[in-house]
């Protein structure tokens, strides 16, 4: 089992940039593939980004492809989301989920573990 938490969230004005941390607890944060998802008032959850075990593929929502860049340092057990060019719609509780399961992931129900989230609100 691992418990994530995340970080890094804020007030930001459209055009800047923030970067997310999600550090997880336990020796095996490298057997879990990750990802962000993101819920913004009245509209449901939605995928972000993810990433495999070892880093080396990722996957991105096509909103925030080119802008956002999804990371990880076993090394450190944390997972990254780096996100530039904000907009408002950006404007959302993150949150960072895990899962066993051998492949990336890019819906809900295939994580098993969730941080609290933190909130990223963008002004216009």
């Known amino acids: 089992q691992v418990q994530l938490v995340e970080s890094g969230g804020g007030l930001v004005q459209a055009g800047g940039s923030l970067r997310l941390s999600c550090a997880a607890s336990?020796?095996?944060?490298?057997?879990?593939?990750m990802g962000w998802f993101r819920q913004a008032p009245g509209k449901e959850r939605e995928f972000v980004a993810a990433?495999?075990?070892?880093?080396?593929?990722?996957n991105y929502a096509d909103s925030v492809k080119g802008r956002f860049t999804i990371s990880r340092d076993n090394a450190k057990n944390t997972m990254y989301l780096q996100m530039n060019s904000l907009k408002p719609e950006d404007t959302a509780v993150y949150y960072c989920?895990?899962?066993?399961?051998?492949?990336?992931?890019?819906?809900?129900?295939?994580?098993?573990?969730w941080g609290q989230g933190t909130q990223v609100t963008v002004s216009s």
């Open positions: 336990g020796r095996t944060f490298r057997n879990y593939v």
């Open positions: 990433i495999n075990r070892s880093g080396g593929i990722t």
């Open positions: 989920a895990g899962t066993l399961q051998i492949t990336i992931a890019t819906t809900d129900d295939r994580y098993d573990y």
